[in-house]
């Protein structure tokens, strides 16, 4: 019988704040022991109760700028932290059917306000915050499995998941307010900044322009039929009402459509997995070259708000992981988009190139521990350049000109150490040239430190 591990949920946030420390420290303390008293993996739940409490704390020292625009990473010294707090309710409603809530307090900011970088340097900061704690409901959904075989495996317990078996060959549907990213584009090594690497670009494929409100979950729903060695995904999901906003549409009069066809393989000695992706998001979306003759001809920046018509913008992602031994993995993404028209929910990124390697400390006798290392490379497109050359602003860059572009390349490497059940403390470095393309600016060197629980 094959077993199927918990999915990673990626969310994104923002608090140092001492009730959320208090609160973080309380819940897990008593979650914690009331989930020892609960049944095995092998067993089935009729409900869950999880939790975590992510705290990140980040910083770079100044960098050579000689000038700086409205959305430009900042060059003098600076610090910032963000933390969550989140509540994972989940119940058995009937047979193969389960729902599931998430509630999430949250506070803080990103680096620059979640300014500066293309690939930007936490995916734990959302593009908005907040000095005080406010709450959220980020996730509600339904999950309803229907069974293609009478083979089945086992589910561990885990944030959104309940214990139990599932058919081997299924056809699963996933209905309501979660994340795209909870479906597609995962990677065991390279996706959830509360674990593993922090960058947006390395976390997801950087080019990837998943709907989703300004914190990055939507509405809509995804089918995923899962055979042997295959699994093939569809979803449609709404769009954000304008361009990197945080309220959602409704209806899909604005959409994005996702497919994505996943193989399972054994090679060089582990199992691996490959996904072939495509996106198009169907909205009002402006092409960069119409808002900078928009600018010329009334004399003024470009500005892509008056010259939004309703359009397609298409994009493919390739992602690979692969285990190597044991203790060693390896993660490949590569991912591109239309680039000839404004981002409209991630971030400013047409072309992206990231790979790297997860090692669990088993070699020196920290089998809990992880290290990570990865390299990113990002592209803007020729008519992305022109428009922020002339002045415009998009959803993280925008330094006010643009006269030398250059590819964004990013290195990240992290230490998620092991202190006690549930606790994981972790150091990250990130090392980022020509941050949102910008050849004049930087480099920048950012350092953070990331506290974790889960239970």
């Known amino acids: 019988m094959k077993c199927i591990?918990?999915?990673?949920?990626?969310?994104?946030?923002?608090?140092?704040?001492?009730?959320?420390?208090?609160?973080?420290?309380?819940?897990?303390?008593?979650?914690?022991?009331?989930?020892?008293?609960?049944?095995?993996?092998?067993?089935?739940?009729?409900?869950?109760?999880?939790?975590q409490w992510t705290t990140v704390g980040q910083t770079h020292p100044g960098f050579d700028s000689p000038y700086e625009g409205a959305n430009s990473m900042r060059s003098a010294r600076e610090s910032q932290e963000t933390t969550d707090l989140t509540l994972y309710l989940g119940a058995r409603l009937w047979h193969g059917a389960e729902i599931y809530a998430n509630g999430e307090i949250d506070q803080g900011f990103g680096i620059s306000n979640t300014l500066g970088a293309a690939g930007f340097p936490s995916g734990e900061a959302y593009k908005v915050g907040a000095n005080k704690p406010y709450v959220r409901w980020p996730r509600l959904f339904l999950r309803q499995v229907f069974a293609l075989s009478e083979e089945t495996a086992t589910v561990a317990p885990g944030a959104n998941l309940l214990a139990g078996t599932i058919p081997w060959d299924n056809v699963t549907l996933t209905l309501g307010k979660f994340s795209v990213t909870d479906v597609f584009d995962t990677n065991a090594y390279a996706h959830d900044p509360r674990a593993d690497f922090l960058n947006w670009s390395v976390i997801d494929a950087g080019a990837f322009d998943y709907p989703a409100d300004a914190w990055g979950y939507t509405t809509?729903?995804?089918?995923?039929?899962?055979?042997?060695?295959?699994?093939?995904?569809?979803?449609?999901?709404?769009l954000s009402t304008v361009p990197n906003s945080k309220e959602l549409g409704s209806g899909f009069e604005q959409f994005g459509a996702i497919a994505e066809f996943e193989i399972r393989h054994h090679a060089f000695g582990g199992d691996g997995k490959v996904k072939l992706l495509g996106f198009l998001n169907r909205g009002r979306m402006a092409r960069y070259d119409d808002a900078v003759a928009f600018g010329r001809a009334q004399g003024v920046v470009p500005d892509v708000e008056p010259v939004r018509t309703y359009a397609s913008r298409p994009g493919a992602a390739l992602n690979i992981e692969q285990s190597l031994a044991a203790d060693l993995g390896f993660f490949l993404r590569?991912?591109?988009?239309?680039?000839?028209?404004?981002?409209?929910?991630?971030?400013?990124?047409?072309?992206?190139?990231?790979?790297?390697?997860?090692?669990?400390?088993?070699?020196?006798?920290?089998?809990?521990?992880?290290?990570?290392?990865?390299?990113?490379?990002?592209?803007?497109?020729?008519?992305?350049?022109?428009?922020?050359?002339?002045?415009?602003?998009?959803?993280?860059?925008?330094?006010?000109?643009?006269?030398?572009?250059?590819?964004?390349?990013?290195?990240?490497?992290?230490?998620?150490?092991?202190?006690?059940?549930?606790?994981?403390?972790?150091?990250?470095?990130?090392?980022?040239?020509?941050?949102?393309?910008?050849?004049?600016?930087?480099?920048?060197?950012?350092?953070?430190?990331?506290?974790?629980?889960?239970?």
């Open 334 to 455: 590569a991912s591109m988009n239309d680039g000839s028209k404004e981002a409209f929910e991630f971030t400013e990124i047409n072309r992206s190139l990231s790979l790297g390697l997860s090692m669990k400390g088993a070699r020196w006798k920290r089998g809990d521990d992880t290290l990570g290392v990865a390299a990113v490379v990002n592209r803007l497109s020729s008519s992305a350049v022109r428009y922020f050359d002339a002045g415009g602003l998009g959803i993280l860059i925008g330094d006010g000109r643009l006269p030398d572009p250059s590819s964004e390349r990013i290195f990240e490497t992290y230490y998620a150490l092991r202190v006690a059940e549930p606790f994981t403390v972790s150091l990250d470095y990130q090392y980022l040239v020509n941050p949102a393309y910008n050849r004049d600016r930087g480099p920048v060197s950012l350092f953070a430190a990331r506290l974790h629980a889960e239970f």
């Open 5 to 51: 591990t918990p999915a990673r949920w990626r969310p994104a946030a923002a608090l140092h704040h001492p009730f959320a420390v208090l609160a973080g420290l309380l819940l897990a303390g008593s979650l914690h022991a009331a989930r020892a008293e609960e049944a095995t993996p092998t067993s089935t739940e009729n409900w869950s109760v999880h939790g």
């Open 220 to 238: 809509g729903m995804a089918v995923e039929w899962t055979q042997a060695w295959w699994t093939l995904r569809g979803g449609v999901f709404n």
